[in-house]
């Protein structure tokens, strides 16, 4: 039982590679695969708690709350892993809303993101009484105002701030720049908060922005506080008091060999900023996705099929775009790892689904010695994985499994063939 002596695998501690079979919290993975089917999502409950704890830790002895961006990973047993832990949520539809309160979430820790909010969500949030909506343009006060006006209440608001700060990201996942949809230009946000406040419908309650995801740095960070801090000071001179600052999600996590900072370094460096800038005691949000989820969780599939070419050797499996759509989607790099070591020789494969298109790929170049029945493993896979799955080629979508010490949780039954087309209807004549 010596743990191999390889550079940490992404998921590590939970996550190793043991006698040549790699496991998640000390199960082989290659017997859930085989005993659940595949594909299949598996997540480590211990990773989910460790990096809630990671941001909890570092807040401890300042007013916070931890909003779970859930987007990252809706799974039920995933939200109410991060409710029993005190996390809040960040949601961005009425459907998200509708899930943290099935999951047993309290929708008073919940803030609601999202460029277009429907008028219908907007009440939903409102009945539900969710902390604070985070209003991304001036039309959207007017909406929220109104539809709270309809509905007897007074809507908790915060401004999504566009700071105009890189992320240094992926272009679709950059979202703090002046180009993208998000978010009330800095410029005009004096102006919009003047609005929020005048208006009877509405009360503010914060501030907040989010500037882009899988984000390795923390200048991007400390930049976008330093603008919503100049900003906190600009309004609270015009009379307004702010409350809260939110600075959003996006921290990176290793797939490869990026280097983040960790959860916690990134927190001490807000509050540090913070404090210099005589914000110390104010109430401080954070909105992580990625980071809480990603590491946490791998893609089981099964080998189908080598092909071997004359310039590319093709490793076919059974997960494909539909079931994990970030490589196709955004170039993205996941470490693909045999639930069991074999002897031999390895080859360069690409690892490709079954789905009728090119782009239909997990992995390209990737050195494996493999045979088709092998299992493989795409590591961090945990987020914006089974969240962004689809029924693409009428394919069934994926089961979830969850362990949780010695404990084994199917947290999502594999999808039946009737289900996929169980509201589509035949014509008549
Ligand atoms: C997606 C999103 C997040 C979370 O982003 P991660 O990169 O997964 O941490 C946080 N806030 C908002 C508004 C988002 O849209």
Redesign the pocket.
């Known amino acids: 039982m010596t743990p191999s002596a390889l550079p940490a695998l992404p998921g590590a501690p939970w996550l190793a590679r043991v006698d040549g079979e790699l496991r998640l919290e000390g199960h082989a993975l290659a017997a859930l695969g085989r005993r659940f089917g595949t594909p299949l999502f598996v997540y480590s409950r211990q990773a989910m708690r460790a990096a809630f704890d990671a941001y909890e830790q570092a807040l401890r002895g300042r007013p916070h709350l931890v909003c779970y ?1 859930m ?2 990973n809706s799974n039920l047993a995933v939200l109410q892993t991060f409710a029993r832990a005190g996390a809040g949520f ?1 949601i ?1 539809s009425g459907g998200e809303l509708a899930r943290v309160l099935a999951a047993g979430g309290d929708a008073g820790r919940v803030v609601f ?2 460029v277009g909010k429907s008028r219908d969500e907007m009440a939903q949030a409102l009945q539900a009484g969710v902390r604070c909506f ?1 209003v991304e343009s001036e039309a959207e006060l007017d909406t929220l105002n109104a539809v709270a006006l309809g509905c007897g209440r007074v809507a908790p608001v915060s401004l ?1 701030v566009n700071p105009d700060v890189d992320a240094g990201t992926h272009p679709y ?1 950059s ?1 703090g720049l002046k180009g993208n949809k ?1 978010g009330i230009a800095h410029g005009q946000a004096l102006a919009a908060y003047r609005h929020a406040a005048s208006l009877p419908g509405l009360r503010v309650v914060g501030i ?1 922005c ?1 500037i ?4 390795t740095q923390l200048a991007p960070y400390l930049d976008a506080l330093d603008r919503l801090l100049d900003l906190v000071e600009a309004v609270e001179a015009a009379g307004i008091a702010i409350g809260h600052v939110d600075v ?5 996590i290793t797939y490869t060999d990026e280097q983040p900072p960790a959860a916690g370094e990134l927190v001490a460096r807000v509050l540090q900023r913070l404090d210099a800038r005589g914000h110390g005691g104010r109430e401080l949000l954070f ?6 989820v990603g590491n946490a969780g791998v893609l089981l599939t099964e080998v189908r099929v080598l092909k071997p070419g004359e310039t590319k050797n093709f490793c076919i499996v059974d997960a494909a775009m539909n079931d994990l759509v970030r490589p196709a989607m955004y170039e993205a790099w996941m470490a693909i790892e045999p639930c069991q070591l074999r002897a031999g020789e390895s080859s360069v494969w690409d690892v490709v689904g079954p789905v009728c298109e090119s782009g239909d790929w997990l992995g390209r170049d990737r050195s494996l010695a493999v045979q088709p029945g092998d299992l493989l493993a795409v590591l961090s896979a945990g ?2 994985g089974m969240a962004m799955a689809s029924n693409y080629n009428t394919r069934p979508r994926a089961a979830e499994v969850m362990v949780d010490g010695d404990r084994v949780h199917l947290v999502r039954e594999r999808e039946g063939y009737s289900e996929l087309f169980a509201r589509e209807r035949l014509l008549e004549s």
């Open positions: 961006a987007k990252a960040d961005v993101s999202g985070n999504r996942i979202t998000f907040d989010h882009g995801s899988q984000i959003g999600g996006g921290l990176g909105e992580p996705g990625r980071s809480l987020a914006y």
